[in-house]
């Protein structure tokens, strides 16, 4: 087991002898994230939620261990939200803590010259995260938490992990978006077009497909924004313009046929 780890010493994770050690446990059953329809095993499942309620701090643990414990804590949740109970906005606020203790670990090992790019990745999971906060508490800090981990998220993979870039710019679009309709401030839905757009320009080189879906979000963002700049005819026009440009940006994107299935709303 890597240094650092969960060991069979953490004073969090006793268990029997013969039994698998909680790094072992979340090494086992790191892969079910893949998998949706995949849940962890049983006894993952339970000490991994004990893990995480009664263990305040994760600093100073080896890097690839937290990043396995906050992705099968957030498997763990996204599987079966009950699970948790009234405990769950306390459960989720730790795994949102560890991974930003990972991104403080990684920036760490650099200092040392050591070279660690995960931070995408991580920073992913934080906005993972920080959506379910947000769905459960409605506040509107979650909220911009959400857009800025997974706006940082998305950067940092362009040219990079080009896949992973567009999947986060479209969360993001989608935080800006709720944040739009709990506030009503127009700058939400703008960063919502804004990012939908930079998530269908980056999707192009790879997934033609998924840009039109990035597109057609951006399409709509832009249509509220016009409905909203009704006293303003040049706005409205300028905004009307953007959603046509989208609409065809839709078009050069689908195969013919999808193209014909389209129809504006």
Sequence with gaps: MTAGGFSVSDQHDQHRPGERSLDELLIDNYW???SRNSQ???ECINRVI????????????????IKR?????????????????????????????????????IQKAR??????NHTNHVLGH???????????????????????DAQRAAEMSVGVETSFASINFGLAAKAAWALYEKTGDQGWAQKSYQVSRRAAEVAEQTDPRKA????????????????????????????????????????????PMARCAYRRG
Aim: net charge neutral.
């Design 126 to 148: 934080a906005a993972n995260i920080a959506e379910h906060l947000f769905q459960v508490t409605e506040e509107f800090s979650w909220g911009k938490r959400w857009y800025e």
């Design 40 to 42: 962890p095993e049983a």
């Design 69 to 105: 414990l906050t992705v099968v804590a957030q498997n763990i949740y996204e599987s079966n939200p009950t699970w948790l109970g009234l405990q769950g906005r306390n459960y989720l606020e730790k795994v949102y803590r560890f991974n930003q203790e990972c991104l403080a670990e």
């Design 32 to 34: 079910h994230r893949q």
């Design 111 to 116: 200092s040392r010259g050591l070279n660690y």
């Design 212 to 255: 039109a879906v990035s597109y057609a979000y951006a399409e709509n963002a832009a249509k509220e924004l016009a409905k909203r700049a009704r006293r303003d005819e040049l706005r409205q026009k300028e905004w009307q313009e953007k959603a046509q440009q989208c609409y065809r940006e839709i078009q050069r994107m689908l195969s």
């Design 50 to 65: 004990s893990y995480v309620l009664t263990t305040e701090s994760v600093a100073g643990k080896d890097i690839d261990s």
